[in-house]
């Protein structure tokens, strides 16, 4: 099969990602589905994330609390060494990572200022790959002076 972009040279457009619609398309039915989020993040997430900020040190949590849609909503504070976007980023997914499930959504936007990120999040456990019943969480991690 040929690539719908030629190569110009910069190593841009050598190929497609259609090998992951498959597994995208089951995390966008699943986000779709009534009550697959569920209830309480802060008690089955903020554990994790407290936890990883203490061990890590870079990130510190200011605040957290739960909106109406039961998304998670995580306000933390760059504490290591002032760095790139790139360095925070590393540092916001091995925090992500430390209460990703099985299949998980990041997509990361510039918040406001400069200095700030933001981060939205939807992690889950989907069938028949989970031996719980299928669910997931939503969550937006801000990130305030990363630069």
């Known amino acids: 099969m040929r690539a719908r972009w030629e190569d110009d040279g910069t190593g841009r457009g050598v190929g497609d990602a259609k090998r992951l619609v498959p597994g995208a398309s089951d995390l966008l039915a699943a986000f779709q589905e009534p009550l697959w989020v569920t209830e309480q993040p802060e008690d089955h997430l903020l554990p994790h994330v407290e936890r990883w ?50 299949v998980t959504y990041v997509r990361q936007h510039q918040k406001g200022s400069r200095t700030g990120l933001q981060f939205e999040i939807g992690t889950g456990e989907l069938a028949p790959d989970t031996r719980f019943q299928p669910h997931g969480h939503t969550v937006v991690i801000n990130v305030a002076g990363v630069v």
């Open 53 to 102: 900020c203490q061990d890590d040190g870079r990130l510190a949590v200011r605040a957290s609390s739960t909106d109406d849609q039961h998304t998670f909503i995580l306000d933390l504070e760059w504490h290591g060494e002032p760095t790139s976007v790139g360095h925070a980023r590393a540092a916001v997914f091995s925090l992500i990572g430390s209460f990703a499930e099985s």
